[in-house]
Nanobody
Framework: QVQLVESGGGLVQTGGSLRLSCAASGSIFSINVMGWYRQAPGKQRELVAGITRGGSTNYADSVKGRFTISRDNAKNTVYLQMNSLKPEDTAVYYC???????????????WGQGTQVTVSS
C-alpha cells in the first residue's frame, strides 16, 4: 500500500505565506513526477505545479513567481512554498505522485487526501 500524507494547510491573510508538505510512504520502488493540484468550490481540479525526479518544474500561470515546488527524493517528499497568497488561491490542495511499487509494475498515480488552504481578504 502507498500513502501520501499532506500537511501545512491553514488560514492566512492576503499577502501571507504557507508551506505545504506531502510525504509518500509504503511500498515504493520509484517515484517519477510529484505535484500539487487544487480544487476550489464549484470548480474543477487544476494543476498548480509539478516536479520531476530530476528537478524539472512546471507551474500554472496563475502561480508563477509566487509559488515554488521542490522535493527531497531521499524522503519521498514534495513541498509547495506559497508566497503572496491571494483570496483566489483558496482551495483544497492535493498532492500526487506518479510511482511504481515494484520493478514489475507500471507507473500509477496516487493522491493525497487534501489539505485546506484559505486566504482571507
Amino acid at each position: 500500500q502507498v500513502q501520501l500524507v499532506e500537511s501545512g494547510g491553514g488560514l492566512v491573510q492576503t499577502g501571507g505565506s504557507l508551506r505545504l508538505s506531502c510525504a509518500a510512504s509504503g511500498s515504493i520502488f520509484s517515484i517519477n513526477v510529484m505535484g500539487w493540484y487544487r480544487q476550489a468550490p464549484g470548480k474543477q481540479r487544476e494543476l498548480v505545479a509539478g516536479i520531476t525526479r530530476g528537478g524539472s518544474t512546471n507551474y500554472a500561470d496563475s502561480v508563477k513567481g509566487r509559488f515554488t515546488i521542490s522535493r527531497d527524493n531521499a524522503k519521498n517528499t514534495v513541498y509547495l512554498q506559497m508566497n503572496s497568497l491571494k483570496p483566489e488561491d483558496t482551495a483544497v490542495y492535493y498532492c500526487n505522485a506518479d510511482l511504481r511499487t515494484s520493478i514489475a509494475t507500471m507507473t500509477s498515480r496516487y493522491w493525497g487526501q487534501g489539505t485546506q488552504v484559505t486566504v482571507s481578504s
